[in-house]
């Protein structure tokens, strides 16, 4: 590996800022410099800034990365369980399962998917989608409800995760304000 300036040797990280520096310098990567940075970030006024969405792709060695690097301290979890999940919108019952599966990913709570057939109120496809570098491209759904209320992006599903995330594959995840996840009982 190649020396610090201050000794040491460069890391998978620091290698990675070398290889950005380089396509700098040869002109492969443009940096935006024109834009001013927010007050609380003033101490980086004259730096460029380089912007996810401005470059056509990113890469990892030579896998291509979706929405974000990865990160070697984040990991996802993924496991089926028996425990009871109920979902509500109030007194409405909008799934509910005893197969469900868990998702635990670092920093962020657990988050409850359930099998398509336990939803019990019709899901609108919604035009959201996102991309998680852990798990791929999701697809939003908005919930109908009884009387004509909607959860607009109250949903989401992973018809076609990555790999590492298949045991999500077309499963369903709740997260809304008016929507309460209960697992056995208690608030998720």
């Known amino acids: 590996m190649p020396e610090q300036p201050f000794g040491g040797a460069f890391g998978p990280f620091e290698e990675l800022v070398g290889k950005l520096f380089t396509g700098l310098e040869q002109g492969f990567v443009e940096p935006e410099r024109d834009r001013e940075p927010i007050p609380t970030a003033a101490w980086l006024a004259g730096y460029a800034s380089l912007y996810w969405h401005a470059a056509d792709e990113w890469y990892d060695e030579d896998e291509q990365v979706f929405a974000h ?7 996802v979890d ?5 425990r009871h999940l109920v979902v509500r919108a109030g007194d409405v019952v909008v799934a509910e399962s005893r197969r469900p599966t868990v998702l635990n990913e670092t920093g962020l709570p657990a988050r409850w998917y359930v099998p398509a057939d336990e ?8 035009a959201t989608s996102m991309r998680c570098p852990y798990k791929g491209r999701s697809s939003y759904w908005t919930v109908r409800l009884p009387g004509g209320g909607e959860l607009v992006d109250a949903a989401w599903s992973y018809p ?15 997260r809304h304000d008016e929507l309460t996840v209960l697992v056995d009982g208690e608030p998720a």
Not at 69 to 75: H, I, K, M, N, S
Not at 160 to 174: D, K, N, T, Y
């Open 160 to 174: 076609e995760p990555l790999p590492e995330s298949s045991r999500i594959a077309g499963l369903v995840c709740f």
């Open 78 to 82: 993924i496991r089926p369980t028996s």
């Open 69 to 75: 690097l990865t990160d070697p301290y984040t990991r």
């Open 119 to 126: 939803v019990r109120v019709p899901l609108k496809p919604s």
